[in-house]
């Protein structure tokens, strides 16, 4: 009896002796594991989802800035399509800036060449001051008020000598057909054969 129990203490003795080394790592790897499905994977898990969240989130915005980049393409496209005389017919209706000299020799010419007199011609551009509207013979702009629109409005009053009822309706079919987009707000007529005329024209900000 005791020389069974001996044996099988020694098996036992064996057998932890030659297999000790492989449960110790069978241990630390089972706790290894338990970590790592208590602590890492989570932090791993919602890596993951943020990493492909964000992705995402560079594809779809790449995807917008694709679109944009073709859209400008086609816009240039057409513009350069577009014919040279047609562009400056466009720009003539819509200037890209204000140039008060050369719009006064504009309305002066439209004026002096259908027939008609003018007595003055004065240019403000609106928002501007009663003393900034000065003729534009006189000198620069003063007076002008910001406005963060992109379009700017420029008033044009007319007085013209020597105009009848036939004549003022003359004249007005005459700037309704000009190229230049001309917008009569006011008009009136004296006994005394002059008129005088309220007028608004545009010009683009830059």
């Known amino acids: 009896m005791?020389?069974?129990n001996l044996a099988k203490k020694n098996s036992?003795?064996?057998f932890l002796n030659k297999y000790f080394n492989l449960f110790v790592v069978v241990f630390v790897s089972f706790l290894l594991f338990?970590?790592?499905l208590l602590i890492l994977q989570p932090k791993v898990s919602s890596t993951a989802a943020a990493i492909?969240?964000?992705i995402s989130s560079h594809q779809k915005l790449l995807q917008a800035e694709k679109i944009k980049l073709a859209n400008l393409k086609?816009?240039?496209?057409?513009?350069?399509?577009i014919d040279t005389v047609d562009l400056d017919r466009i720009n003539h209706i819509l200037p890209n800036d204000y140039d008060k000299e050369l719009l006064y020799g504009e309305i002066e010419e439209l004026i002096t060449k259908n027939g008609f007199t003018p007595l003055s011609i004065?240019?403000?551009k609106e928002g501007e001051t009663s003393a900034g509207a000065a003729n534009a013979s006189a000198g620069d702009d003063k007076g002008e008020a910001k406005d963060s629109s992109k379009i700017g409005v420029i008033n044009i009053s007319l007085n013209i000598a020597s105009v009848d009822y036939a004549g003022l309706k003359n004249?007005?079919?005459i700037l309704e057909s000009n190229l230049r987009l001309l917008d009569v707000k006011k008009l009136s007529l004296d006994g005394g054969h002059s008129g005088s005329l309220e007028i608004s024209t545009y010009y683009y900000k830059k």
């Open 2 to 4: 005791i020389y069974n």
């Open 12 to 14: 036992l003795n064996t």
């Open 34 to 36: 338990i970590a790592y």
């Open 52 to 54: 492909s969240e964000n």
């Open 74 to 81: 086609e816009a240039i496209s057409n513009y350069d399509n």
């Open 122 to 124: 004065t240019l403000a």
């Open 171 to 173: 004249l007005l079919t």
